[in-house]
Structure formats: structure tokens, C-alpha cells
């Protein structure tokens, strides 16, 4: 699986470093309800406004959200967003960012968060690759 990474705005994290959170996640994490991986995994960063504009034509949400991820393999980070969520965790906007792309790579993998069995095994997942808690923590879900 390749990484295609694509800026509409200037943002801090090495695509390298993205990489290496995907491979190593290729190897650590099982696939769930798949037959297989995408072969390319494409990554987007944007803005406020155009994270806005996504979330409402594919969540019907109107308003902005971290990142959003799509099981054909594309996963759009909102990076102001993930910048002012790193100032409340107290965390890199580089930690933050790894954190929001593998937590929506484990969407693409096939994990969900909606009820709370499978809210702990994807937590569990990002614990494995984060060495923490993961994003779900950090956002203050009740487990």
C-alpha cells in the first residue's frame, strides 16, 4: 500500500513520518470485514472551511470536524483543527496529527467506535501503536 499525501495548506508533518505510522500499522493491525487493504492510501490536509463543506456532503454534519475517513482509503485531517486539538492535549501538533491518521486508518481497516465493545478494541489498537492511550482517550471518551 503507497501513501499519497496532497497539502491544500501549509501543514508540519513529514509525510515520512506518515509512512512509518502506515507501514508499521500494515504489520500490528488486523484487518476486520475486509478481503483486503486499498493499494494506494491517499491523505489530504485542509482547512477549516473545506473540512466543513466535506463533513456536511458526505456526514450531513455542518460543522468542522478532525478528520474524516472513507473505506476506499482516503482520509482528509482538518490541520488547524489538529493544531488546536494539540494545544488541549497538551501534545505535538506532530503527535496529534499521527494520532488523527491512524485512528482514521483503523476506520479504513475496518474498526468503528460506536458502541462501546468495539470503541474499546479500536482504543486498544491505537494503544499498540501509539503507546498511549490513543485518540479516543485523549478525546474523553468513557470506557
Request: contains cysteine; proline residues 2%.
Amino acid at each position: 500500500m503507497t501513501l499519497v499525501v496532497t497539502k491544500t495548506i501549509r501543514q508540519t508533518v513529514s509525510t515520512k513520518q506518515l509512512s512509518l505510522v502506515l507501514q508499521r500499522a500494515k504489520k500490528k493491525i488486523p484487518m476486520r470485514g475486509r478481503r483486503s487493504m486499498p493499494d494506494e492510501l491517499s491523505l489530504a490536509f485542509v482547512g477549516e472551511t473545506s473540512m466543513r463543506r466535506l463533513n456536511k456532503t458526505y456526514r450531513n454534519e455542518s460543522s468542522v470536524t478532525d478528520v474524516l475517513s472513507f473505506d476506499y482509503g482516503e482520509i482528509i485531517i482538518c490541520h488547524p483543527r489538529a493544531v488546536c486539538q494539540a494545544r488541549r492535549h497538551g501534545i505535538s501538533v506532530e503527535s496529534e496529527v499521527k494520532a488523527l491518521f491512524l485512528h482514521a486508518l483503523l476506520h479504513v481497516f475496518g474498526y468503528d467506535h460506536k458502541i462501546d465493545k468495539d470503541r474499546r478494541s479500536m482504543q486498544r489498537m491505537e494503544s499498540i501503536m501509539l503507546g498511549n492511550k490513543g485518540l479516543i482517550a485523549l478525546q474523553g471518551y468513557e470506557l
